[in-house]
């Protein structure tokens, strides 16, 4: 699952040339980079173990007196089982690594940085912070929100300063209830469901929150439903905001009624300090999926509305979300 959060390609250059018999452990260093490049993490370990038993000492070499490269069995090790998510050897090979001295000292920090980012996701787990589906389900129309509007200015960002800047753009703008979920590589929050007008506009409170979201004093789905959707006729949204370093797609269908009723009572309300600590990094991104139903008459069943009339970017605006985004400090 977190592969493409934590795996570093390993890229050490060196020109090729002749391998003597002696330095059997330089062609298993080869091939191991070559397996690596292709994430075949079970084979590239094999061969590093190979070349350490052949060869313990790292160094730093020339070939032919021009190229400068590296031989760094333990960092590539330690890389190697990081990508695995075997965060137990991932460190004992990095932290052994920066204590032989010759692997770059920025690359051995980022490995032993990230086997500490791992250690707190796994402490984060799915009865303390539930996942949300993933890939998310196909939403009504999505927009992704330029990294400046998030970003502590001045300092690094965690992906706690990300919460807390969407949740402050949330309360601006009227949203007061709100949950997190876990998805790799970061968190999902997600607003309480309310009915908007045409032009996505929310309606005047209090008709904008007139759906009863407590559950029934006898709870059953069939009543939770009944009480949250045939009450009230007209258009309704959701909005979940998705933060995370993975590349993702969306579900082929969209949302089921049961799905979207529960996310804001299965969620947590604070974001656990084992993801809040993570950095959002350079390669984080934020996604606002704009989950739209409709309901023609109190008879009829919601509907999920794909495509959006509108374009998310609309949504966000006439819900005074965009705006609020752009004016925070």
Known sequence: MWKKLLC?????????FPVLAADVWLEYYQQAQYH????????????????????????????????????YPYLELGRAYLAKDDSIFAAYYCAFSKSQGFAPDFEVERCLAQVGNVRKLMRASPETFP????????????????????????????????AKRLAGTLESAGYDEKSYYYVPGGFVLVTRIEQINPD????????????????????SLKS??????TAQEGRFR???FVVTSELFGQGKVGIRREEAIAWLRRGTKIL???????????????TALIYEFEQKTRDHEPIFTNPSELPAQKHLEKALLWKALVALP
């Not at 570093?8 to 090729?16: A, N, P, Q, V």
């Open 238 to 240: 959701i909005i979940a």
């Open 224 to 229: 939770y439903l009944h009480a949250l959707f």
């Open 36 to 71: 690596a490049r292709n994430e075949e993490w079970d084979e590239a370990i094999d061969l590093l173990e190979k070349a350490l038993a052949s060869n313990p000492k790292p160094e730093t070499l020339k070939d032919r007196g021009w190229t400068k490269w590296g031989y």
């Open 131 to 162: 996942a949300f589906p993933w890939p998310p389900p196909n939403a009504s129309t999505d927009k992704v929100i330029p990294s400046e509007y998030l970003r502590a200015p001045g300092r690094q960002t965690s992906l706690n300063d990300i």
């Open 272 to 286: 656990p300090v084992e993801i809040g600590e993570l950095p959002y990094s350079d390669v984080h991104y934020c």
């Open 200 to 219: 996505g506009t929310p309606k005047k409170p209090p008709k904008r929150w007139a759906i009863d979201m407590s559950p029934p004093p006898i709870f």
């Open 8 to 16: 570093i390609t390993i890229c050490i250059g060196f020109g090729h």
